[in-house]
């Protein structure tokens, strides 16, 4: 499956920000999806899980109330909503997709990675 992330942008803190990832290749439905991030100079994080279905979510805990993962499985899409964004979610954001099982936090359970795009939080 490819995987292509869009939304990143420059935004104020306290600001929003909805990132898409879209897929093509293979039935979508059949993927884990989790969104990943890299800050400069740091390791990859795991950011938000998503089912095949939609029905059950997880969060790392420095997003949790603030941003909300979702998916279309009728457009091939999962997004990112990020509300009341600070200046430590600036970061590269990486969408995944997971065939297989795993535990959804590591990075290693997803085999396709999206290219990444931009989030920075600055005023």
């Known amino acids: 499956v490819q995987l292509q992330a869009s939304g990143g942008g420059l935004v104020q803190p306290g600001g929003s920000l909805r990132l898409s990832c879209a897929a093509s290749?293979?039935?979508?439905?059949?993927?884990?999806m989790g969104w990943f991030r890299q800050a400069p100079g740091k390791e990859r994080e795991f950011v938000a899980y998503?089912?095949?279905?939609?029905?059950?979510?997880y969060y790392a805990d420095s997003v949790k109330g603030r941003f909300t993962i979702s998916r279309d499985n009728a457009k091939n899409t999962v997004y990112l909503q990020m509300n009341s964004l600070k200046p430590e979610d600036t970061a590269v954001y990486y969408c995944?997709?997971?065939?297989?099982?795993?535990?959804?936090?590591?990075?290693?359970?997803?085999?396709?990675w999206g290219q990444g795009t931009l989030v920075t939080v600055s005023s």
């Open positions: 995944a997709a997971s065939g297989t099982g795993g535990i959804p936090i590591y990075i290693g359970s997803y085999e396709y």
């Open positions: 290749g293979r039935t979508f439905t059949s993927y884990r």
């Open positions: 998503i089912s095949w279905s939609g029905g059950s979510t």
